[in-house]
Nanobody
């Protein structure tokens, strides 16, 4: 399985931006569909965004549409999440996820590999 390491989290004021990165350990990165989930305190982990291994299609949770953008650089084995117009309710630990089968990705139940998570805190 591929190992994933996230970076880029931090503290930001509402309305600000952050870019998360997720670096994969293996050259087989291109065989994986990649995405992001998040988990806020006291809540279940929820889907945020996914990008297929070819770069299209992409899908987003309704709560982040128009504000977040997922992208990937297959040459660098890295997937990104650009987060703009951040809100306090975006505060959560963000997890990178990899899956070889796109079917069911958004449920989070059959993810092949998870990153360790990176904290994003948005102050009001």
């Amino acid at each position: 399985q591929v190992q994933l390491v996230e970076s880029g989290g931090g503290l930001v004021q509402a309305g600000g931006s952050l870019r998360l990165s997720c670096a994969a350990s293996r050259s087989t990165f291109m065989t994986y569909h990649m995405g992001w989930f998040r988990q806020a305190p006291g809540k279940e982990r929820e889907f945020v965004a996914v990008m297929s291994r070819s770069g299209a299609p992409t899908s987003y949770a309704d709560s982040v549409k128009g504000r977040f953008t997922i992208s990937r650089d297959n040459a660098k084995n890295t997937v990104y999440l650009q987060m703009n117009s951040l809100k306090p309710e975006d505060t959560a630990v963000y997890f990178c996820a990899a899956k070889t089968n796109l079917l069911g990705f958004t449920t989070g139940h059959t993810i092949d590999s998870w990153g360790q998570g990176t904290q994003v805190t948005v102050s009001s």
